[in-house]
């Protein structure tokens, strides 16, 4: 042996830190989509309020949906071929208590965006099938959430004594 001196390196040094610096990316990206997951539980459809109502002081037709810690809200049908959606608009003035700790805020779909249309396709689907099935999107901080709510006329409530269609749905 010569006495220079002689320099030692592994050879599986570099692969080692490009393996923990790829582990490190992925658990990153695999703890920021668990927050996702976390905050689109949080996200919540409440319940779904359908009415035919006849009294004459409002609207005949109401659609709402009370939803928790959304930031935006749009209902979609599909019936016979064609196919409707909306915005919903928020009501801050309408918070209802639930039988949670949290409060539902009411969402009713905008009349003047589609929402015409929308009733519309859920009158024709229940009095054609008996059953509308509606589609809720919603957004919350960094979620979204898609939720298939289907109302059923049979399990619709009908009061005298001018027999009003009222459907509270929970999914």
Known sequence: MSGAPHRCRARGAGLIALFALAFGVAAG?????ARDLETARWTKLDRLYYADVRDGSSPRYHLAAYAKRADSLRFTISHDGDRANAPGLFRDDKRVDTREKDKADEWVVDRENGGRRVLRLIRAALEER???????????????????VVIVRAECNVDPPSYPLTCIVEP
């Open 29 to 33: 990206a695999a703890q920021a989509g």
């Open 130 to 148: 008996g059953a509308a099935r509606v589609v809720v999107r919603m957004r919350g901080f960094h979620a979204r959430a898609k939720i298939v």
